[in-house]
T-cell receptor
Framework: AQSVSQHNHHVILSEAASLELGCNYS??????LFWYVQYPGQHLQLLLKYFSGDPLVKGIKGFEAEFIKSKFSFNLRKPSVQWSDTAEYFCAVNARGGYNKLIFGAGTRLAVHP | EPEVTQTPSHQVTQMGQEVILRCVPISNHLYFYWYRQILGQKVEFLVSFYNNEISEKSEIFDDQFSVERPDGSNFTLKIRSTKLEDSAMYFC??????????????FGPGTRLTVL
């Protein structure tokens, strides 16, 4: 069965610290990969996505993610976080080849302290 | 920038009552979806909809649930007889339906459903 694991449920950082959030997926075929962010009181917003090509993808607000096929991973990174990055981050995958359902991870709550 | 909108933001209902959750997808999008998130749990897929019919549904989407596109702009989720365990945040999403594999789903702000 398809599944997505996010290893960190809660992360607390100080401003300017570096961030890496882990995401691993289990799926027996080719996938598309996404990171969504949900700021407090707001809706899920797309941070970045990977469909094919360069495995290092850059998204909005200085975030990037690297697809490592051999590890079934799509970790999210940011070199220097800001207080405004406080949010919940969701990794999601769907099967390549159609307009398919997203499978979400459990989410990681990030709190950035000034 | 176009957004998916949902109404109401919060719905409180009694067990056994029918509820209709409403969504207005992005105007040129062709695929529509409903997801839900029970408090403390993962976001789960419920159903996808294209060309006025369901294209995929999950095990959660049983006979108590139905979806409809009643006009050119709205997309609704109906729960016929709500149960306590239906309490959740319900998210609507839409996607353009791009050819190939690059379709991206955009989400609405959600409707928090509380069943008492």
């Amino acid at each position: 069965a398809q599944s997505v694991s996010q290893h960190n449920h809660h992360v607390i950082l100080s401003e300017a610290a570096s961030l890496e959030l882990g995401c691993n997926y289990s799926y027996g075929g080719t996938v598309n990969l996404f990171w969504y962010v949900q700021y407090p009181g707001q809706h899920l917003q797309l941070l970045l996505k990977y469909f094919s090509g360069d495995p290092l993808v850059k998204g909005i607000k200085g975030f990037e993610a690297e697809f490592i096929k051999s590890k079934f991973s799509f970790n999210l990174r940011k070199p220097s976080v800001q207080w405004s990055d406080t949010a919940e981050y969701f990794c999601a995958v769907n099967a390549r080849g159609g307009y398919n359902k997203l499978i979400f991870g459990a989410g990681t709550r990030l709190a950035v302290h000034p | 920038e176009p957004e998916v909108t949902q109404t109401p933001s919060h719905q409180v209902t009694q067990m056994g009552q029918e509820v209709i959750l409403r969504c207005v997808p992005i105007s040129n999008h062709l695929y529509f979806y409903w997801y839900r998130q029970i408090l403390g749990q993962k976001v789960e897929f419920l159903v996808s909809f294209y060309n006025n019919e369901i294209s995929e549904k999950s095990e959660i989407f049983d006979d108590q649930f139905s979806v409809e596109r009643p006009d050119g702009s709205n997309f609704t989720l109906k729960i016929r007889s709500t149960k306590l365990e239906d309490s959740a945040m319900y998210f609507c999403a839409s996607s353009e339906g791009l050819a190939g594999d690059t379709d991206t789903q955009y989400f609405g702000p959600g409707t928090r459903l509380t069943v008492l």
